[in-house]
């Protein structure tokens, strides 16, 4: 998320409480496979509200001691803000939707409402199938790009905290308020063959984030959107991006990180044959100029096809967006063992590949291998500050690490 308002949304904030009472829970518990939120009284005529309904049924699936499927059929859903919390009795609930779930009209419902629009918080074995979110986003977006003050932040569509061993499988997600999939302080997560989309002039709707979460997997995927195709926050480790394309957004970004100096690092990210077209960046990383025990370490760029595409390759460590507030000083977050391989294709400025480091922490361990990246049709440029590395095979625009 580039724009001003993300600091203020750092973390996510969680505000709801969880649906906790046991007695509730067991009352709605139907024996049964299959919870149908119709049967809970769900309505797919796009107007009823139907919170209370998927509270009953995700009730009745979680303490049911085997695994169940929560079914919600074709049609439209109105669901407000809702939480499902663990733990459940069952390690494995499977949401099986078939129609699309719509947030309040306009962003007036959500107001004085930060977080997520649909949360799962503390789950073990969730898989989702199919479905549409549609955040109808418009008139929060509206609201920012007007410069109104008193704008609510708004809400991811959809998250995990403190989860494990999740699906997320064919889902689409339209016009989030804010980010539209958040993967938070969760373990092995696998999101394949999701759709996500909003304008690209929507403020902070980042396709997919992930931050302070092991094991997350996303494949299959096609994300345009208004802020970062997919953005890794602090304390992401062993994450895996193959086959995804990025349509009109910020690119895939590591970081922002290091604003805070007791942030946690970033290690052991792969991000393998993904297509990046007219986006703002391509493969990034960013970090605020601030002192930080923060790093970076660890990163695989492998196999990416550039169309028409700002700095497609680009480190910045004096990330400042709008130029304001920003200290100027050097960066303490560590980027060391990079490496780019076989990435071709159109830059749309003529610098395609930019090193812009920590004079106190210079980047180490970068390696750029069979790199083919012009500027329109005219041969490109690299800039590096304070990067040191090799390059091998052909590399166009010649390397200056050193
Ligand atoms: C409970 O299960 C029965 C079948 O066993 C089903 O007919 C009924 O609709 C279910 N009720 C709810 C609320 O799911
Ligand atoms: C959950 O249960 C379904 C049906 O019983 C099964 O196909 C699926 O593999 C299970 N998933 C996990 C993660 O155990
Ligand atoms: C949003 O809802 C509020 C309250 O219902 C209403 O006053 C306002 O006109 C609506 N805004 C839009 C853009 O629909
Ligand atoms: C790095 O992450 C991948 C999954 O993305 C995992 O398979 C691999 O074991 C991890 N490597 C290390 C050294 O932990």
Redesign the pocket.
């Known amino acids: 998320m580039d724009h001003p308002q993300r600091h203020v949304f750092q973390l996510i904030l969680l505000i709801l409480p969880c649906f906790s009472t046991i007695a509730e829970a067991a009352a709605?518990a139907?024996?049964?496979l299959i919870?149908?939120v119709t049967?809970?009284g769900a309505k797919a005529d796009g107007e009823t509200v139907s919170t209370k309904a998927f509270l009953?049924?995700w009730a009745?699936a979680c303490s049911f001691p085997a695994p169940s499927t929560i079914k919600v059929p074709s049609g439209f859903f109105a669901v407000g803000q809702v939480k499902f919390c663990g733990p459940c009795k069952s390690g494995n609930i499977t949401f099986q939707i078939d129609g699309t779930l719509v947030a309040p009209s306009n962003y007036t419902a959500f107001y004085e409402v930060k977080g997520n629009w649909i949360q799962f918080d503390g789950v073990d074995g969730v898989s989702i199938f199919g479905g549409t979110l549609n955040g109808r986003g418009s008139s929060l977006w509206s609201c920012k790009l007007a410069g109104g003050r008193n704008c609510p932040d708004g809400a991811a569509s959809l998250a995990f905290t403190n989860s494990k061993e999740v699906v997320i499988s064919g889902l689409t997600s339209i016009d989030s308020e804010l980010y539209h999939i958040v993967i938070d302080r969760s373990q092995r997560v696998t999101v394949e063959g999701v759709k996500v989309s909003a304008p690209a002039t929507s403020p902070n709707t980042d396709g997919i984030h992930v931050q302070m979460s092991a094991g997350v997997i996303v494949t299959d995927s096609t994300i345009d959107t208004g802020d970062d195709c997919i953005s890794v926050g602090p304390g992401t480790r062993d994450l895996w991006i193959e086959k995804v394309s990025c349509g009109p957004s910020h690119g895939i970004s590591i970081g922002s990180l290091g604003k805070e100096p007791g942030e946690q690092g970033v290690e052991n990210v792969t991000v393998r044959s993904v297509l990046l077209s007219g986006t703002e960046n391509g493969l990034r990383i960013k970090t605020w100029g601030s002192p930080s025990d923060g790093f970076v370490r660890g990163v695989t760029f492998d196999h990416a096809i550039m169309k028409n595409v700002r700095n497609p390759i680009i480190i910045d460590q004096n990330y400042c967006p709008n130029e304001k507030g920003c200290s100027d000083q050097s960066s303490g977050v560590k980027i060391s063992d990079v490496s780019y391989r076989d990435i071709r294709g159109s830059s749309a400025t003529l610098v395609a590949v930019s090193f812009d480091c920590s004079a106190m922490n210079p980047c180490s361990g970068i390696s750029l291998q069979d790199i083919d990246l012009a500027y329109e049709d005219q041969p490109a440029m690299a800039s590096c500050n304070h990067a040191e590395g090799l390059a091998s095979g052909l590399v166009h625009p010649p390397s200056c690490l050193h």
């Open positions: 709605a139907n024996q049964t919870h149908d049967a809970f009953s049924a009745a």
